[in-house]
């Protein structure tokens, strides 16, 4: 259901926040996927009535296949929790980010380059408290030496951008 919208800047595709979650087209998935469920059990109890095995063993494979299935549940219902997690990283937002926007300015920091940045940076760094320093460096944000990495380099633009 991630789709992947407009290029940016750097000719990066970017994921759109608003198509993450769309509830019609989340019912229309889970109305096919019970369909799709409920062929899938059609055509087992079909192939099921035509072998020719006898009542236990057909009982058998019918335990297995649900327990397959319930296997099968278990892995999507892990898949989904882990999107949800995937996607909160991605949306999560920092504050220690969100102040160097402010500090820098949004549009200096969309216009300028990563040298720049870097540059300026240096100059107002003694606006945030120790504190703030070292989240940054702990998220990789910036080094030892003040400067972003191209993790903060990429975090500081899409903060600028919001």
Known sequence: MDRIGPVNKEGKKEFVQSDWINETEMMK????????ELDKTQLLEELLTRANIGEEEKQMYRLRIREKENEASKLKQELVLMKDRVAHLLLKRDPEMERIVQI?????ILNSSF????????????QLSDEAIRHLQRENYI???LQFTRIGYRELLKTAKR
């Open 29 to 36: 998935k889970e109305q096919q996927l019970n369909k799709l």
């Open 115 to 126: 040298d720049e940045l870097n540059q300026k940076f240096q100059q107002v760094h003694i």
């Open 104 to 108: 820098l300015g949004a549009e200096f």
């Open 143 to 145: 080094d030892e030496h």
